[in-house]
C-alpha cells in the first residue's frame, strides 16, 4: 500500500526517542498520536511478551479527566456499567455506548478522587463526546487530557520486575485496581492492567518531560529478566480474545455482538446513554455475535487492517475483522462476526482478496485443539 505521510497533528509520546533508539520499524496513528507497532521481529516479540517480560510504549492511550462535582455523575451517565459502588484505586472495564447502544468506546474507567475520574480510552474522541453530554446536561464538570501517558510492563515476568522497582506492595494489586508511586522523583500512577491476557502492570506517567528517565530506569530494572520492547502484539491478543475497539466492531455493533455483556449492567439509572436500547436488544437477542476462525493452511499470511467477508455456500453470514498468523496454533485465525444462527464448528469460507479460504468457527480464546 502507499506510504502513509505525517503530518503536525499527531504527537509523539514522551517515550518516542526511547522506542527510536530501541529500533522501532513502524508506527500507527491512535488517539492522534504515534503508537509503535514493532520492532523487526514479531515472533522475537511474541515469545518475549508470552515467555519472559516485554515493556511498551502506549502512551498513545489517552486520559479524558473528568473533575468536578458532577464527574461521577457523568462517568456513569456515559458508561453502561454500575460505578455507584467504586471506591478511589479501582478501575472498571467499561462500555462507552451511544443511545442506539452501540459502543463508541471501551476505556477503562479510574476512579482517581472522589471528584475526578480517568477515562482510559481507546482511539476515538470520547473527550469531545463527554464535554458535549456534560454541557446539554449542565453539569459542573471540567473535562479535560491531563499530562499522563503509560508505559506498560507485561509478560510473565512482569510482576517480579514491576516489584523490583517499585516494591513488593504491587503484587497485591487487584486487576484494575491502582496506587501512587515515584521511583527517583518521577510521579507515577502504578494499575495492574494492560492489553495483553500475560499480566502485567500499566506505569501512568505524570509526568511528561520525564519519559526518557522512566525508560531507562524500568529497562535497568528490568535487565535481570531480559526485558525488551514490544507492542500489543496482534497474535497474542487474537489468540486470547481480545477485543480491538475500532478494529472489531463497526458503527452498529453493541456489546453483546462481541463478548462484552457481562460488563453491562441493566439496572443502572435510566439516564444512562444507551441502557434503554441495551435492555431492548439483551431481552430479544443481538442479530450477531464473535467467534473464532481457524483457516486452513499451514503457510502464515500476514495480516490484515480490512474486514473480509465470511461466507457459507457463497452466501456472506458475516465478516471476519481482523486476522494474523498464531504462534500457538500454527495456524491463520482471526474473529468473526456473524449472524447468531452460526454456532461453533461450522464450516465457513473466508474472501482473502481474490482468494477464498475453507476455515471452521470456534470458541474464543483460542485452544491448540481447534487447530
Known sequence: MPELG?????????????????????????????????YTDPEAEYRRLTEGVAMWDVGAERQVQLRGPDASELAQVLAARDLSKAVVGQGKYVALCDHAGSILNDPIALKIDDDCWWLSIANSDVGLWARCVAAERGMQVEVSEPDVSPLAVQGPDAEDVVAALIGDWVRDLRYFWFGDAEIDGIPLKVARSGWSKQGGFELYLTDG?????????????????????????????????????????????????????????????????????????????????????VL???DPRPGHSVWFDVL???????????GTWSYKLERNIGFGLVGA??????SVQVQLDDEIVPGKLTDIPFRVEDR
Open 312 to 322: 457459507v455456500d457463497g452466501t456472506k453470514i458475516g465478516d471476519m475483522t481482523n
Open 209 to 293: 518531560s520525564r519519559g526518557l528517565d522512566l525508560w531507562r530506569i524500568v529497562k535497568e530494572a528490568g535487565a535481570p529478566w531480559d526485558i525488551g520492547p514490544g507492542n500489543p502484539t496482534p497474535s497474542e491478543r487474537i489468540e486470547n480474545g481480545l477485543l480491538s475497539w475500532g478494529g472489531d466492531c463497526d458503527r452498529q455493533t453493541n456489546p453483546f455482538e462481541v463478548r462484552l455483556g457481562r460488563f453491562v449492567d441493566l439496572d443502572v439509572p435510566d439516564d444512562v446513554i444507551g441502557i434503554q436500547a441495551l435492555r431492548r436488544i439483551s431481552a430479544e437477542g443481538p442479530a450477531r455475535h464473535q467467534l473464532g476462525i
Open 6 to 38: 505525517i503530518h503536525s497533528q499527531l504527537r509523539r509520546s514522551p517515550f518516542y526517542e526511547a522506542t527510536i533508539a530501541e529500533g522501532a520499524s513502524a508506527f500507527i496513528p491512535y488517539n492522534e498520536m504515534l503508537l509503535p507497532l514493532g
Open 341 to 346: 444462527n452460526h454456532q461453533i464448528g461450522d
Open 296 to 298: 486452513e493452511g499451514d
